[in-house]
């Protein structure tokens, strides 16, 4: 069966949801694991701190689920009821100080950004431009903050996410951040409009 562009959406995710969200997180680590990728280590994301700051993220408004909807009709009255399914998730930081420490040396206001995080589609649902729509979603999203760059970051050494960002999502790669684990940092400016 065909799933138009239409059944995809996103929802912040609420505070009851943190093992949905941490459980997509370990499920990509593993994978990445698996194939070679270095970006997350399985398990870091159920340790304490990690998911202290997910929690957190949760608790005001800033981690996001992408949601797969299909119409089920009742067998009672033939009423069409939505069935969503979750199927990744991202978070978007506006004040975080993650991103300070990665972006004060290259910008001047490193405030004046949107940053995505943890953007993950589960494997199955590869293929229908997900991606690309979660990173117009961050773009809006700053847009009604009065942001103008979306910005993100992934390990330096993570060839195929850096290709991505750099040749497909239209970004600017800047230097890599020299610290103790070095992360390739990348911009955009904002160019979503509001409806």
Known sequence: MAISAEQFSFRTAKPDELDI???????????????KLNQWIPGSFVAPKTRAHI??????????????SSSASTSDNNDSKDNETIIGTFTLNYTDPFDQMLWTDLVDD?????????LVVEREYKGYGLGPK???FAEL???????????????????LLKTYYREKAGFKEFEDYPGERLFGRFERP???TLP
């Open 110 to 118: 490193w405030s004046d950004a949107v940053y995505l995080h943890r």
């Open 134 to 136: 979660a990173l117009h």
């Open 190 to 192: 904002i160019t979503a």
């Open 55 to 68: 929690e957190n993220t949760i608790s005001i408004g800033n981690a996001y689920f992408i949601i797969k």
């Open 141 to 159: 999203e700053g847009l009604k903050r009065g942001k103008h760059y979306l910005r993100l970051d992934c390990m330096a050494d993570n060839k």
């Open 21 to 35: 969200f941490i459980d997509i997180l370990e499920r990509a680590a593993l994978w990445m694991e698996a194939n």
